[in-house]
Each structure stands twice: as structure tokens, then as C-alpha cells.
């Protein structure tokens, strides 16, 4: 939260001189597959830059091969769509590297040059600045997101359980990157890493009551249709949602479109439904060809 509120106030680095031009903030988020990295990467995003404006996001799955720094080093113009590019035309950006694990060791060695002196200079010899960018990076590792509170301890032991493993944690992502010989990187992320736990099941409620939402106000945004679930729908869509939390919010995502997006989609295709009608979801079942829906106009 302090590094977030002097980014967004542009306080970061106040403390030298005015032409140290290190970006305006930087995170590692933590965690494994589907607890929130990215989605809390992009509600920074909306916080420091609005709803409207992109982020710049890239896949270090991308960039495994040894050449991949150089890819981000190209020739960079105001509209050819390259990294460098982006950044020239909008200098004050929110930059995504995801799965940071991923890159080759030479792209992490760029992302730290970019961290510690805030520009690049280009293939052509053009200077780009990041003095105005806020800098993320998510890693996905083995064992580096620790479970939730166990709710057989007290409070006052699962802090103590917790902040231990939150040490271990860090220090096995410290050592990642050292392995890597990133040894920059790994002095970088002491301070600004932010470990995610698990999701567990009250999170996960939470998450499908917004994903269900979110299909709903399309469709009657779209299409004028009015749509709700009945209590026992609505209990079997949890249940199976929510049955199995190692993908986090992609494993519920998932099950979602499966369950309902899919059998949804396709009595909205068959049936006739006209716009300004309230629809009932009465009955969910799942047969041998897929999921199906029974709907009920009030």
C-alpha cells in the first residue's frame, strides 16, 4: 500500500535528486495459477490510469528463447505496436510482464536494467523513459503461494504459521532468480513482493457470484433480457464451481462456461426469447452430450 499511494501520488524516489528517473513503482505478485495476480494487476491499473486506458501486457511465455531481449529492443516508432513503442507513445503506463518465470535470463537482466536506471536506449539509439511507468511482474512457482489459515488453530497461531511460510516463500523466489544468475532481480523484489494465498471457499463464492453476474448484465445488456436463477440452480451452480479451488478463479471460470455459458448460449440461439422478458434458470442438468438449461419466462 505505501509503494501504491507514492505512485500514485508521483512521490516515488522523492527522497533524490530530480533527475533520478527510476520508474514509479514496482511489484512481484506471487502466487499460483488463478488466486488474483492479473486481476489485481489490472485493478491497479484502473486505480492509477482509469478504466479506459490499457495496460501493456507480456507474456513471458513469449520470450523464452535467447534472442527474446532483442525482440524487445526493436526499432521502436509511435504506431508500429512494439513494446518500446507503446511506452514512447504513452509514457505514463501500467507495464504487465506475466509468468515472469518463463522469460529467458537475458530478458529478466533487461527488465532490471529497466528498474534500476528507468529507460532504454533503442536498437536505433533513442532513449525511452519509465520514469513514469509502474512496473509488475507475476511469477507462478512450486510452493509459492501458502495455504489459508488452517481453521483448526487459533488466530494468533495460524499468523505465526503463516508469516513463516510468507519467509520461506520469498526466500525460494529469491533464490530462483539468483539461480538464474539475476542477481539485480532478486535485490529488486526484497520489499516489493506481494504473496498470494489460496483461494478459499468463501473467496470462491465471491468470485462466481461475480463471474454469474458479469454473464447476466451482458446478456441483458445485449439483448434486453432479464435473466435470474432459482435457489436450487443457483446451489448446484456453487456446488460444482466450487468444488475444486487448486485453479483458483480459472478452474470456477471454467466450470462457468461449461455449466452454463455453453447450454446458455444455446436455448438463447433456439428459442425466441424477446427482449424486455424476465427468464427464470429453473433446471440444470448434466447429460451425455453436455450441460442443459430449462428456462422459465415470468
Known sequence: CNLLNQA????????????????????????HEGVGKTTLAYAIKDLLLGPYRDMILLNMGDYQDENAWRRLLLHSTLDNGSFLGKIRKNPYSVILFENIESAHPS???????????????????????????????????????????????????????????????????????EEKKCLDFSKYIRGNTIIFRGINPDAAKLI???MINRIFEKVSAMYGITLMMSTSVQEMVEEYCCQDLTRGGIGIGQRVEAMLVH?????????????????????ISDSETGWEVSLSRV
Request: net charge negative; hydrophobic share 35%.
Open 208 to 210: 462466481l457470484d461475480v
Open 263 to 283: 447450454p446458455l448460449s444455446r436455448i438463447l440461439i433456439q428459442e425466441t426469447i424477446s427482449p424486455e422478458e424476465k427468464v427464470i434458470i429453473t433446471h
Open 8 to 31: 500514485y501520488l508521483g512521490l516515488s524516489y522523492s527522497q533524490y535528486p530530480q533527475d533520478y528517473s527510476k520508474p514509479r513503482g514496482f511489484f512481484l505478485l506471487a502466487g
Open 107 to 177: 530478458v529478466i537482466k533487461l527488465i532490471s536494467s529497466i528498474i534500476r536506471d528507468g529507460e532504454i536506449i533503442t536498437d536505433d539509439g533513442y532513449a525511452i523513459g519509465f520514469s513514469g511507468c509502474l512496473i509488475m511482474c507475476t511469477i507462478r512457482l512450486s510452493g509459492c503461494c501458502p495455504n489459508t489459515y488452517q481453521m483448526s488453530h487459533s488466530e494468533e497461531e495460524t499468523t505465526k504459521e503463516y508469516l513463516a511460510r510468507e519467509r520461506t516463500v520469498h526466500e525460494s523466489i529469491t533464490l530462483f532468480f
